[in-house]
């Protein structure tokens, strides 16, 4: 199914058609090949579901605390997107984590109304906030990156997916704030 890593694990090939296996195909990215992997997860050093959970766990703990101690929402998410330099500049196996601070220390804020609450509540909803993001990343990244011919962005669909569910909550009366979130006035 759409969720099975195990043929990158098995380094299956992909199957492509005639054409493209004779010489190539033109393309408007570059000549088709047979030699691409049947599955291909975004980042091969992070996608088995504990792993991701645990950097979701951390990462949105961290994220809360962040946002708790100095009121910004923006900060985690700074610091985690300025370490995907080290990535592209070849250094391997860096998690990618902006997509899970970012939810995480929204909902901080949220849920304490910018930070006037109970530190403890923040990060346990912070830390949530991470571990769902972060598997909801890994969702994404499975069903519509992995398995597909162009990038569709797995941290921010989830940014999207985090924030939108921030801005449920607020409407639905369960965080007393929306933080930077937009709810329209609902």
């Known amino acids: 199914g759409p969720l099975d890593m195990s043929p990158f694990e098995r380094e299956e090939m992909r199957v ?17 090949t047979a030699d691409r992997l049947a599955v291909e997860p975004w980042l091969p050093h992070q ?41 592209n500049l070849g250094v391997e196996k860096i998690p990618v984590t902006h997509h ?14 910018g930070g006037e609450g109970s530190l403890v509540v923040a990060l346990v909803v912070a830390a949530v906030f991470g571990v769902v993001c972060a598997l909801f990343g890994e969702v994404f990244q499975r069903i519509f990156y992995a398995h597909g011919d162009t990038h569709w962005d797995p941290p921010a ?16 009366g369960v965080f007393p704030s929306s933080s930077w979130v937009a709810t329209l006035g609902l």
């Open 47 to 87: 996608y088995k579901w504990g792993n991701v959970a645990m950097i979701g766990l951390v990462v949105g703990i961290l994220g809360g605390y962040i946002a708790m101690t100095t009121g910004s929402a923006f900060l985690a998410f700074g610091i985690s997107a300025a370490s995907l330099l080290f990535l």
């Open 100 to 113: 899970m601070a970012l939810p995480g220390s929204t909902a901080a804020l949220a849920v304490t109304n």
């Open 157 to 172: 669909a989830a940014i999207v997916f985090g924030t939108f569910l921030v801005a449920v909550l607020h409407i639905a």
């Open 16 to 32: 492509i058609g005639d054409a493209a296996a004779d010489g190539g195909v033109e393309t408007d990215g570059g000549t088709a």
